[in-house]
């Protein structure tokens, strides 16, 4: 069965700061993999996929994440956040055949001035 | 282009009552899912439809229950409430064939209290 882990519940970083948000999910065959962010009352957003070919994704916002199979991860890093990046991050897997997505628990950024 | 709306925004009602939720799919998708995203949670899957047919359920009671029409826009109807139902109900939207995943664009959603 798919899984999506994000260990990290709580994030703080100063803005311009470097993000990383950690995410790892279980599944049988190659993931489609996603990053969406949620603002406060807003529904989701896409950053970035993965479904195949080059392991690192470039996403908007100046996202990007890198897919390491040998570690089940898909961690979200941005060298520089600025405070509109504080939101929600849902890490999600979808598996082939279906299109339905398991989301992680999600992880909240908060960005200090 | 129109993204996926959905209405109504907010909405508050007691226990054991019966509520809709509606869910306007973004033009030219004929595919609608509906997620659950309780308080601190991630979203969860209800459901999917395709072309007007169930296509792909999650662990969700018959209770929740859903409809599209043809056009393609889309009902989530939730019987006997519970006071767990209190959640952000997200519907998204895609154009979907099965040779291949496609991407799906989520709804503002509505947030339904349950007393």
């Known amino acids: 069965a798919q899984s999506v882990t994000q260990p990290d519940i709580h994030i703080t970083v100063s803005e311009g700061a470097s993000l990383e948000l950690r995410c790892n999910y279980s599944y049988g065959a190659t993931p489609y993999l996603f990053w969406y962010v949620q603002s406060p009352g807003q529904g989701l957003q896409l950053l970035l996929k993965?479904?195949?070919?080059?392991?690192l994704v470039q996403g908007i916002k100046g996202f990007e994440a890198e897919f390491k199979r040998s570690q089940s991860s898909f961690n979200l890093r941005k060298p520089s956040v600025h405070w509109s990046d504080a939101a929600e991050y849902f890490c999600?897997?979808?598996?082939?055949?279906?299109?339905?997505?398991?989301f992680g628990t999600g992880t909240r950024l908060t960005v200090i001035p | 282009e129109t993204g996926v709306t959905q209405s109504p925004t907010h909405l508050i009602k007691t226990r054991g009552q019966q509520v809709t939720l509606r869910c306007s799919s973004q033009s030219g998708h004929n595919t609608v899912s509906w997620y659950q995203q309780a308080l601190g949670q991630g979203p969860q899957f209800i459901f999917q439809?395709?072309?007007?047919?169930?296509?792909g359920r999650g662990n969700f009671p018959p209770r929740f229950s859903g409809l599209q029409f043809p056009n393609y826009s889309s009902e989530l109807n939730v019987n006997a409430l519970e006071l767990d139902d209190s959640a952000l109900y997200l519907c998204?939207?895609?154009?979907?064939?099965?040779?291949?995943?496609?991407?799906?664009?989520f709804g503002p959603g509505t947030r339904l209290t349950v007393l």
């Open positions: 439809y395709y072309r007007e047919e169930e296509n």
């Open positions: 999600a897997v979808g598996q082939t055949g279906a299109n339905n997505l398991f």
């Open positions: 993965y479904f195949s070919g080059d392991t």
């Open positions: 998204a939207s895609s154009f979907d064939t099965y040779a291949r995943y496609n991407e799906q664009f």
